[in-house]
């Protein structure tokens, strides 16, 4: 009982968090802060900032190791710093895709993409060396991490798509989960809604707390949804099949994305049904 009343206040913590950051920021005027949706619409990237801040501070307020909770609230604004950057400094930077970023590199250019890459990547390995004790299964939980934050951006590419990725991923019961799901629940309204989006500040942030509630199940037996699943990647070898799949995805980003924007239009005629308010 005493767990599911803390995990109720982490929650709470992150939606609570969620909501008054992005009410706050809402109020702002800032140009660097939109965009132009899909459909043309302007929107704000006040979702992803809100999202991240609430998912980390539902994190630190979740039960469990302090050590683990550090290691969130290390990773979740790491990895939503590093997406901000790509989102204000490379927004007009055509360039897709980890190779692209990658030969701007060799040519001397650091571009938003290599930033994130290298940036996210230390960070989910500092986090990972934070959770366990032998360095391989800290390099493997913090490709892991990484790898996680670089998936839920793929599928960013259109309204509800991350944020329902997030709430159908941490539904299986990770622990320390409860937190991020809050955060990205509160702010759905306002991405189906095309009001705001996530951006990549919001889809890192979000996916960074998932690989860290992931890393933090080792051990545990599958639960409910997809827990029997994602259960069997405790381990190291689970863990290194897991890695490579996240690598192999994010290779082949654009087939990711390409059928996420698909998901996407069948989450915007759902919201149209349920009546979830738009512009």
Known sequence: MGEN???????????????????????????????????????????????ALGAAAGIAAAPGPARDRAAGVLAVPAAAGCGAYDNLVGADDPRRGFRAHLGALRGGEVTGGAVKLFGIGAAGVLTG??????????????????GTAHLVNLVDVGPGVAVGSVLLLGASGLPGAVGPIAAAAVLAPADLGERAML???????????????????????????????????????GRVALAAGLVASASNG????SVARRASGVLRRAAGVAGVPGR
């Open 199 to 237: 951006g990549d500040a919001g889809a890192h942030g979000l996916g960074a707390a998932l690989g860290v509630a992931l890393a933090r199940r080792r051990g545990r037996p599958g639960g409910r949804f997809v827990g029997s699943f994602v259960g069997s990647f405790v381990g190291r070898t």
């Open 5 to 51: 009343v803390s995990r109720a206040v982490a929650g709470l913590v992150g939606a609570g968090v969620a909501a008054g950051v992005y009410a706050v920021l809402s109020r702002r005027a800032d140009a660097s802060w939109r965009r132009t949706d899909h459909a043309g619409r302007t929107v704000t990237l006040y979702a992803g900032p809100a999202a």
């Open 129 to 146: 060396l934070l959770i366990e004790e032998r360095v391989v299964d800290g390099v493997l939980t913090g490709v892991v991490i990484a």
């Open 254 to 257: 654009e087939r990711i994305s």
